[in-house]
C-alpha cells in the first residue's frame, strides 16, 4: 500500500461505469451490453482492467443505477438472484481484497434488494458496500433490510447522501476504506498524518500547537503529496496515457488528493496532558472533546488554505480524510475515532463523533457495536441511522457482537481466515493479512458493546 | 406542567428490547409483586435509599431533557420497573408532557407492566399511551402465586381490558422449566388469549438466571427445544405472532 514519491497509478480511481456501459469499450474491444448478463459479462472484465494501489479496483460502480435500466419485468426476482449470485461469487474470488466497494441506493431498486439478499445468503468479505441514505428518498423498509444484511455479514456502510451530495454533487462514490470521492475521478494519492506522532514532537500548550506546530507538519504532509502527484501527472503521465483517460471514463479535473489525519485521540490526551490535566481523556470529558473539534477545524483550516496542483476536483485542494489506520499502526487509535474498548455508550459517542464529521469530504467511518437483541429489532437500528444523520454523522455502520466478520479499519475480514493465519494456513483475500496484522495491533474485536439494551441490571 | 415526581430506578437512553424500535426507558423504582425470576430485584422495593443502590427522585422536567437528547434517534419512550402503573400518577404526568411538547409528539409511549392493576388505572392511562406489553407470568392462579406472591386475577383482567380497548401490543410468557411450562397449561393459555385475538403477539422468553436472586430449588432455564415446543402449542391454537426469545 506505500506508494513512495513516485507513484505509477492513481491511489483510487472512480471509472464512470454508467459512461461505460452506454458507450461502451474501444480498448478492451467490447461493444455496450444488450442484456443483463452482457452487462455483467461487460462488468466483469472490465474491473480487472481498473488499477489502484492495491491492483485490485477500489470501486465497482453504484450497481443500481448501472444494472437497472437491464432489469426487465421479464426477469423474475428467483432468476435475478441466480444471476447476481454468480456475478458476487466472481467478484469474490477474481478480485480477492476487501477494498473492493460497490455503492447503491439512495433510490429503491430490484438491483439493491437482490444484492442484500445475496450478500447475506453468501456471507462474503469481498466486496465491501456502501448504503447512500437519503431520509426524504431512501425508504425506511430499505434501511432496514440494510440493517439485516449488516446483521448478518457487516456491510453496508450507512452515508449520508445529502451531505455528501452538498460536498461533491450528485456524482460521488464511496470507495475502498470509506474515501468518499468524485465518480469520474478520485485521488491521486493519500498521505497519511499521524497527529499522535506531531503531538510527541510538540512542547509547549494546546494553542501554541495549533499556531505552530500543526501548521509546520500539516505543510510537510501537503510537500509530499504535492510530489507525489507531480510526479504522477508530469513524469509518469498517467492521465495522457491511461485509456480509461483516453475514452473520457475518468477525467483529471476530476480528481484531487486524500490528505489523512489519524491519532486524533492520542492527540488530544497528548495535548490535555501538556496543559496540566492528564486526566482529560478524549471520549470520556468535555474539554478534551472540544479540543478534538478544535484541533480537526485547524487541520481543515489549513488543508484548504493550501493551493494543491491538478486537484480541481477538490476546488485545488486536498480533500480532508480521517484515515482509518493500517495494520503497520502500533498503539495509536484509527482516524478520530475513540480508541477502542473504551467507547461510551452509544449516545454520548454519537455526540462526540457528530462534530466532526462534516469536516471530512473524503470520508470519516465510525463503527458502533451493537448485541444481539438488535436482530429481533432491526427497526430500532434504523432510528438510530436516521438519528445519526439528523445529527450531522457523515458515515458509520454497525458491528455485531458474535458475527463472522469483523470490520477492520474499513474493510471486512471473517474471523475463520484470521484463526487460519494464526495457524498459519493459507487464505484467499490479500486484505486478510492486512487485517491479522491490524488485529495483533488494535484488538479490534474487542470493540466495546454499549447498552444498545439494558433491560437486566447488576445492582452491584 | 405538573409538580409531580418519580421515584425512578434508571434511565437507558438506547433499548432495542422494551417495545417498537430503538426506545428510551424510564425503570420505574417499587414493585406490587415479588417474583422470584425477577432480574431486576433491587427495583422491588418501592421506597428510598437502600444500600447500594439509589434511585432517584426525578421530576418531569428533568426526564424531559433526557429524552429530548435522545429523541431523534428513538421510536419512542417506554415505562418499565419496577413496576410502572405503581406511580401512575406521575406515569399519566410524563406521558401527558411528552404528547404536549412538539419536539417529542411523534415519540410513541409505551408501558411495560405486570399487569397488576384495576381498570381504572388503564383508563387513566388510556389517553396518554400507545400501548402497553403486559407479562403473563402463568395462567394457572396457583402457580402464579408460587412465582409472584399474588393471584392472577388483576393480569387476567388487565389483558383483556387492553385488549378490548385497543391498547394491548404483547403478551410476554417468561417461562420457567419445571414450573410453568406444562404442556396442558400452555394449551389453556393459547385457548384463552386465542380467544381475545388470535393474532395476538406473544414473546415467548426462556427464564435467564442473570440478575436474579437465590432460590431453592434452583430455577432451571429452559432448553431451545423446550422453547420451541411451547411455540408449537401457540401456533397450533391460533396464527399468533410468536417470538421466542
Not at chain 1, 469520474?184 to 494546546?206: F, I, Q, S, W, Y
Not at chain 1, 506546530?213 to 503529496?225: D, G, S
Not at chain 1, 491490524?438 to 437486566?456: F, P
Request: overall charge negative.
Amino acid at each position: 500500500m506505500f506508494e513512495g514519491h513516485a507513484p505509477y497509478t492513481a491511489r483510487y480511481i472512480l471509472p464512470d461505469y454508467e459512461k461505460a456501459i452506454h458507450q461502451g469499450l474501444a480498448f478492451l474491444e467490447m461493444p455496450p451490453p444488450n442484456d443483463l448478463d452482457d452487462a455483467l459479462s461487460f462488468l466483469q472484465i472490465m474491473y480487472t482492467y481498473v488499477p489502484s494501489v492495491t491492483s485490485y479496483p477500489v470501486y465497482l460502480g453504484d450497481l443500481d443505477k448501472v444494472l437497472e435500466p437491464f432489469v426487465t419485468d421479464a426477469i423474475s426476482d428467483e432468476e435475478l438472484d441466480r444471476k447476481l449470485r454468480r456475478f458476487w461469487i466472481g467478484i469474490d474470488r477474481m478480485l480477492p481484497d476487501a477494498f473492493v466497494h460497490v455503492d447503491l441506493g439512495p433510490h429503491d431498486s430490484r438491483i439493491t434488494r437482490s444484492i442484500f439478499r445475496v450478500e447475506r445468503s453468501l456471507r462474503q468479505a469481498v466486496p465491501n458496500i456502501t448504503l447512500k441514505v437519503d431520509p426524504s428518498i431512501t425508504p425506511d423498509d430499505l434501511i432496514e433490510d440494510g440493517v439485516r444484511t449488516v446483521f448478518e455479514t457487516a456491510k453496508p456502510h450507512f452515508v449520508n447522501h445529502p451531505m455528501m451530495v452538498g460536498d461533491h454533487g450528485e456524482q460521488y462514490a464511496a470507495v475502498s476504506c470509506y474515501n468518499s470521492l468524485k465518480i469520474g475521478g478520485g485521488a491521486h494519492t493519500l498521505v497519511r498524518m499521524n497527529l499522535k506522532e506531531v503531538a510527541l514532537r510538540h512542547d509547549g500548550t494546546a494553542e501554541e500547537f495549533l499556531t505552530t506546530t500543526l501548521p509546520h507538519y500539516v505543510e510537510l504532509t501537503a510537500e509530499l503529496t504535492e510530489a507525489r502527484i507531480r510526479s504522477l501527472v508530469e513524469d509518469q503521465h498517467f492521465y495522457d496515457t491511461h485509456w480509461l483517460a483516453a475514452e473520457g471514463l475518468i477525467d483529471i479535473d476530476l480528481f484531487s488528493a486524500m490528505f489523512g489525519i489519524f491519532g486524533l485521540a492520542e492527540c488530544v490526551n497528548l495535548l490535555q496532558a501538556y496543559e496540566g490535566n492528564p486526566e482529560s481523556q478524549y471520549g470520556h470529558d468535555a474539554a478534551a472533546d472540544q479540543l478534538s473539534v478544535r484541533i480537526v477545524e485547524r487541520v481543515a483550516e489549513l488543508v484548504a488554505a493550501r493551493p494543491m496542483p491538478y486537484c480541481e476536483g477538490g476546488g485545488g485542494r486536498c480533500f480532508l480524510h480521517s484515515q482509518s489506520g493500517i495494520d503497520l499502526d502500533d498503539e495509536v487509535t484509527a482516524g478520530t475515532r475513540i480508541p477502542v474498548g473504551t467507547e461510551p455508550d452509544m449516545l454520548q459517542h454519537i455526540a462526540i463523533c457528530a462534530p466532526h464529521h462534516h469536516l471530512f469530504p473524503a470520508g470519516i467511518s465510525d463503527i458502533f457495536h451493537v448485541d444481539e437483541t438488535a436482530v429481533r429489532n432491526p427497526q430500532a437500528v434504523v432510528d438510530i441511522i436516521r438519528g445519526a444523520f439528523t445529527s450531522g454523522m457523515r458515515d458509520f455502520t454497525f458491528n455485531l457482537d458474535n458475527n463472522e466478520f469483523v470490520r477492520i479499519t474499513g474493510y471486512l475480514v471473517r474471523k475463520s481466515d484470521l484463526a487460519a493465519i494464526a495457524e498459519a494456513k493459507t487464505v484467499r483475500h490479500t486484505s486478510d493479512h492486512l487485517a491479522a496484522g491490524s488485529e495483533d495491533a488494535y484488538h479490534l474485536t474487542q470493540r466495546a458493546v454499549k447498552r444498545i439494551s439494558c433491560r437486566e441490571r447488576d445492582p452491584h | 406542567m405538573t409538580p409531580t415526581n418519580g421515584l425512578v430506578a434508571d434511565t437507558v437512553a438506547f433499548s432495542n428490547v422494551d417495545g417498537p424500535g430503538n426506545r428510551f426507558v424510564v425503570f420505574l423504582q417499587g414493585c406490587n409483586f415479588d417474583c422470584i425470576a425477577c432480574h431486576n430485584p433491587q427495583t422491588i422495593p418501592g421506597h428510598d435509599p437502600l444500600d447500594g443502590f439509589g434511585p432517584q427522585r426525578s421530576s418531569i422536567t428533568e426526564l424531559l431533557t433526557q429524552i429530548r437528547r435522545a429523541a431523534p434517534f428513538i421510536s419512542g419512550v417506554t415505562a418499565s420497573g419496577g413496576e410502572a402503573t405503581q406511580q401512575s400518577a406521575f406515569l399519566s404526568d410524563l406521558f401527558g408532557a411528552i404528547n404536549a411538547d412538539p419536539t417529542l409528539a411523534h415519540l410513541t409511549t409505551f408501558v411495560d407492566s405486570n399487569g397488576a392493576c384495576d381498570a381504572g388505572t388503564w383508563d387513566m392511562l388510556a389517553p396518554v399511551i400507545d400501548g402497553a406489553m403486559i407479562d403473563l407470568k402463568c395462567f394457572d392462579s396457583t402457580i402464579h402465586e408460587q412465582m409472584t406472591g399474588h393471584p392472577n386475577d388483576e393480569v387476567l383482567a388487565s389483558i383483556s381490558h387492553l385488549q378490548e380497548q385497543g391498547l394491548l401490543y404483547e403478551v410476554r410468557l417468561l417461562l420457567l422449566a419445571g414450573v410453568n411450562d406444562d404442556p396442558e397449561l400452555l394449551t389453556e393459555t393459547a385457548e384463552w388469549l386465542a380467544a381475545l385475538n388470535p393474532h395476538m403477539r406473544i414473546k415467548i422468553i426462556g427464564f435467564r438466571p442473570h440478575g436474579t436472586r437465590p432460590h431453592s430449588p434452583p430455577m432451571i432455564k429452559p432448553t431451545a427445544k423446550e422453547l420451541q415446543s411451547c411455540a408449537d402449542i401457540f401456533t397450533t391454537a391460533a396464527p399468533f405472532e410468536i417470538q421466542i426469545i
